[in-house]
């Protein structure tokens, strides 16, 4: 059964970098779409971004260039880089994994069967 376990949050300074890594085991995380979630203070949780098995990505508006999700199959480990950061950005994030939409990931919760616990990320002024 496949598990998630993120790591690489942390307090970083407003405009700084930070990568964020979800490594999976139980089974080769080669075979699921992967998405990124995060939880702003006080709101629900939103989507980030999310990348197919062949590598296709797709962004929500609010990340696109300051964001890149990519995968390691032989590593079974996937990442989420952030440049730019700013207070917005502080939140848990999550990763998460689903069988469906090989092909052309979604960034939507209903899709995902696999969630990890998250990793928190602090942007400081």
């Known amino acids: 059964q496949l598990q998630l376990v993120e790591s690489g949050g942390g307090l970083v300074q407003y405009g700084r970098s930070l990568t964020l890594s979800c490594a999976a085991s139980?089974?080769?995380?080669?075979?699921?779409?992967i998405a990124w979630f995060r939880q702003a203070p006080g709101k629900g949780r939103e989507g980030v971004a999310c990348?197919?098995?062949?590598?296709?990505?797709k962004y929500v508006d609010s990340v696109k260039g300051r964001f890149t999700v990519s995968r390691n199959n032989a590593e079974n480990t996937a990442y989420l880089q952030m440049v730019n950061l700013t207070r917005d950005d502080t939140g848990p994030y999550f990763c998460?994994?689903?069988?469906?939409?090989?092909?052309?990931?979604?960034?939507?919760?209903?899709?995902?069967?696999?969630w990890g616990k998250g990793t928190l990320v602090m942007v400081s002024r």
């Open positions: 998460a994994a689903s069988g469906n939409s090989l092909l052309d990931c979604r960034i939507d919760q209903r899709e995902m069967k696999t």
């Open positions: 139980g089974s080769p995380l080669a075979t699921y779409t």
């Open positions: 990348i197919d098995v062949i590598g296709g990505t």
